[in-house]
């Protein structure tokens, strides 16, 4: 049973920081990549950052580059977002993401699986 965790949404003033952690269980060795991506009140869901979980390479959006860091710890099947310089803009409730990639001698799949969210909230 796979399991997605996230932690460390609250409420901060603009130009604050929070960090966030996302914490994943479960046939952990299939790990591809994993994410956050956020949703603001009557916006569709969107990507802000990715990193692979066994080389390290990140993405971010063009959104939050410069200002936002995620980082994992394969140790702890976890991964965090440090946010600084947060705008009122960034409230949203972000949602970790963990996409795995199962090879098998017939297919290659990738399964998509999502945390309950939390709430980040930027006062102006």
């Known amino acids: 049973q796979v399991q997605v965790v996230e932690s460390g949404g609250g409420l901060v003033q603009a130009g604050g920081s929070l960090r966030l952690s996302c914490a994943t269980f479960g046939r952990t060795l299939n790990i591809d990549t994993m994410g956050w991506f956020r949703q603001a009140p009557g916006k569709e869901r969107e990507f802000v950052a990715s990193?692979?979980?066994?080389?390290?390479?990140?993405d971010y959006s063009h959104s939050v580059k410069g200002r936002f860091t995620i980082s994992r710890d394969i140790a702890e099947n976890t991964v965090y977002l440090q946010m600084i310089s947060l705008k009122p803009e960034d409230t949203a409730v972000y949602y970790c993401?963990?996409?795995?990639?199962?090879?098998?001698?017939?297919?290659?799949?990738?399964?998509?699986?999502w945390g309950q969210g939390t709430q980040v909230t930027v006062s102006s």
């Open positions: 993401n963990r996409r795995d990639t199962v090879v098998t001698i017939e297919t290659t799949k990738q399964f998509d699986y």
């Open positions: 990193i692979n979980w066994n080389n390290g390479n990140s």
